[in-house]
């Protein structure tokens, strides 16, 4: 069995020895234009030209959670598409939101400015019941962050494309609730994949919905936010920020205006990373799995790209 890898991250170094002390019987090796035919691919953001040559493929490993850039290119008929299954992701996702919340909530952002300038000084505590949270994307990452975050009595909304039913979660779906998701949430934490559905889709219309006072999160894709609409709305003062971990430019070209917003916190596409031993292991398994004929966990649907 031989696997061709590539990441457009060119961690190769690490990747290529891990998938092969776990996978003894393989030949793993790194693909470049003209190598030869592998049985899998395991890839991240990789060229058409890899798709395009590697005609033999019974399977794609996708060393991410979102599939949107493969699912730009022209993907062989019928080869399944595998995305990470978690793999250590939601728990970071879960760690990441939930300070995001509970930094806004209790201020302390402002806090921190205040101890710089050495100030005491108590801010009135905030009601929870004021503060909503209202979760785009029920998923594997989703679920887990609606549930740590009703763990800390906060009232949590979540929407989907099918109707959800999670313990402290109000389910919302489909595109004719979104408006009551929205009108029902104070703070919005984006945890869709990126589609033809979901692209802007907190643009200034959908943005305008959120409780005044609201705060975004977004943690998926940049291009679900529409950067002049969510500044528009701060600065406006519909909105009181956002945390924002992911751009449509990344690494987020400097002199944008995110950098130095003084209501926006930025962080480098870092609220969920991939890591490597957990998912290695995953991949490997599944690849296992499948030579055996069995059905794997996380495979893609390519008509709904996700
Ligand atoms: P999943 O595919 O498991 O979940 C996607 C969720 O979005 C599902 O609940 C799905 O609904 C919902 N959804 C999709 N399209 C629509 C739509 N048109 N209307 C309403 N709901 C919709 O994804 P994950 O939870 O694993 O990951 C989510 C995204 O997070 C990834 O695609 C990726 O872009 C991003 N990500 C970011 C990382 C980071 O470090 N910033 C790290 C990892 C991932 P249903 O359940 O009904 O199908
Ligand atoms: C992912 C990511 O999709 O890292 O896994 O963004």
């Not at 005609?55 to 595998?82: E, H, W, Y």
């Not at 751009?247 to 916190?265: C, D, M, S, Y």
């Amino acid at each position: 069995m031989r696997i061709t890898y590539y990441s457009a991250d060119m961690d190769a170094a690490s990747w290529i020895p891990g998938l092969q002390a776990a996978l003894p019987g393989a030949t793993v090796t790194l693909w470049e234009p003209g190598a030869p035919q592998a049985d899998y691919a395991v890839v991240w953001k990789p060229p058409q030209q890899l798709l395009d040559e590697q005609t033999s493929l019974k399977a794609i490993f996708n060393t991410g959670a979102g599939v949107d850039a493969l699912m730009q290119l022209r993907l062989p008929a019928g080869v399944p598409v595998i995305r990470l299954d978690d793999a250590g992701m939601s728990v970071q996702m879960a760690e990441y939101v939930c300070h995001a919340v509970i930094r806004h909530f209790r201020e302390l952002d402002g806090y921190e400015s205040d101890m710089a300038m050495g100030k005491w000084s108590f801010r009135k505590p905030r009601s929870r019941v004021d503060y909503p949270v209202g979760v785009l994307g029920l998923g594997v990452l989703g679920e887990r962050v609606a549930k740590s975050v009703a763990q800390f009595d906060f009232p949590v909304n979540g929407w989907s494309q099918s109707p959800k039913t999670i313990a402290g979660v109000q389910s919302f779906h489909g595109a004719a609730q979104l408006d009551a998701f929205l009108a029902a949430s104070r703070i919005v934490v984006c945890l869709l994949p990126l589609t033809p559905d979901t692209e802007n889709i907190l643009n200034a219309q959908r943005l305008a919905q959120i409780r005044p006072g609201g705060y975004v999160i977004n943690v998926a894709r940049g291009a679900h936010v529409v950067d002049a609409d969510l500044l528009a709305a701060i600065d406006g003062g519909h909105l009181a920020g956002a945390t924002l971990d992911v751009f449509r430019v990344e690494p987020l070209p400097q002199g944008h205006a995110f950098w130095n917003h003084p209501k926006i916190t930025i962080t480098p596409h870092t609220s969920a990373r991939t890591l490597r031993s957990e998912s290695i292991a995953q991949i490997a398994r599944k690849i296992a799995a499948l030579q055996n004929g069995q059905t794997v966990a996380g495979r893609v649907d390519a008509a709904r790209g996700y």
